[in-house]
Structure formats: structure tokens, C-alpha cells
């Protein structure tokens, strides 16, 4: 599916503010690495022109390394969200493993996966995209459960 400018920047605005609502986790564990925060503001600041492709796919892979080097699971998830939504940039195909690491985030860290998933997807339909083609990318996942994607 090939998506308006319009409706692109839509769904990495989306996949950035799933990725920025678990992010906490992440910075919980791992308060002095910014990498995943810099993925998130990237993907902001390529919506805004101000960067250029090969320096957000860079904080995207930077966010997945943060990913690989945590061994908390919950962390590793979190990163991994925030990497995906900066990828969002590169491919809006993205934005529903954003979300779906988002929930496994969300999953790893509560002590009722159960509720946290379901309080989680809830809060990511509210914010879906208004704009009927980015609303189809981006709730491609966000409705079905979550998977165990957090892999080293």
C-alpha cells in the first residue's frame, strides 16, 4: 500500500507516541541511554523535515542496539518500539511492530499482563489516525494480541 505524504506522517506520528507512552520503561532501566529517545524524536524531526532519512534508519538501528544490550526484557521490548517507530519513517509497515512491542513492553513490566495488555491496546486505538489509509497501517496489530516479540 503506497500512502499519501499526509497519511505517512500520520502513522509515524502514531508509531512515535506508542513508542514515547512506553518509553519510561525503558528509561527506568536505563536512565543515561538515550538512544531510544533519540530514535523517537528523530522520527519527529523527519516529519518536520529537519532530518534526513539515513540519519533517522540510523536511530532506528541505534534503539534496536540499545535493545540488544539490555537484558531486561520489558526494556529490551521498549527499545525495540521506539526503534520500529523511528522505521516508520523508512516504511510505514513498521508502525505495527512499533505497536506490537509496545504492548510486549508493557506485558513484561506489569504484574497483570492481562490488564496491562488490554490497557495498552486501548490507549493505542484512541490515538489511531483519523485518515482512513494511515488508520488501515497503523491498527494492523494494535487489535490482536500481543505476541512475545522480544528478542535479543
Known amino acids: ?68 544490550a539490555t537484558d531486561d526484557e520489558a526494556a529490551r521490548a521498549a527499545a525495540r ?8 519513517g523508512h516504511a510505514a509497515g513498521h508502525a505495527p511492530a512499533a505497536s506490537a512491542y509496545a504492548v510486549d513492553a508493557v506485558i513484561c513490566a506489569a504484574r497483570d499482563p492481562e490488564t496491562a495488555a488490554s490497557a495498552e491496546r486501548a490507549w493505542q486505538v484512541r490515538r489511531l489516525p483519523r485518515r482512513e489509509a494511515a488508520r488501515a497501517v497503523a491498527a494492523r496489530w494494535v487489535t490482536r494480541r500481543a505476541r512475545r516479540r522480544s528478542r535479543r
Open 81 to 88: 518500539a521506539a526503534g520500529q517507530a523511528a522505521a516508520t
Open 1 to 68: 500500500m503506497t500512502l499519501e505524504a499526509r497519511d505517512h506522517a500520520a502513522v509515524v506520528r502514531w508509531a512515535t507516541a506508542v513508542a514515547e507512552h512506553v518509553l519510561p520503561i525503558y528509561e527506568k532501566a536505563h536512565p543515561r541511554d538515550p538512544r531510544p529517545r533519540r530514535a523517537i524524536d528523530g522520527g519527529r524531526a523527519w516529519m518536520r523535515g529537519d532530518l534526513e532519512l539515513r540519519q533517522l534508519r540510523a536511530a532506528a538501528l541505534a534503539a534496536h542496539a540499545a535493545a540488544r
